[in-house]
């Protein structure tokens, strides 16, 4: 269970620091919320590649359910940016 947990974390924190990456300009939100979009962003990810019948047959590393954990967590982050009413900051 412990260890779970642990992967959901670090896993929530690449795809969402990934996904962060991926957008333009300065997100204004805190590393726990990059975490726990990046996470919500995986599992809807992944949920939704074998709903549309993705098989990974040869059994090696998923790369297309991560990349759509990635395209999700960004969505995501830009509906939380919008939701909090937070701006991007421009450079």
Known sequence: M???IISAIVVGLIVGA???L????????GVIMT????????FIGSWLTYKL????SNGG?????????IV???VLILGFVAATGRRTVKR
Do not use: D, M
Not at 22 to 29: A, D, F, H, Y
Not at 61 to 69: L, N
């Open 18 to 20: 990934l996904a962060r």
């Open 53 to 56: 019948g993705y098989n990974n």
């Open 35 to 42: 975490i726990i979009l990046g996470a919500l962003g995986s």
């Open 2 to 4: 412990i260890g779970t």
């Open 72 to 74: 999700v967590a960004a």
């Open 61 to 69: 590393w998923e790369v297309i359910p991560f990349v759509v954990g």
């Open 22 to 29: 991926v957008l333009p300009g300065k997100q204004n939100i």
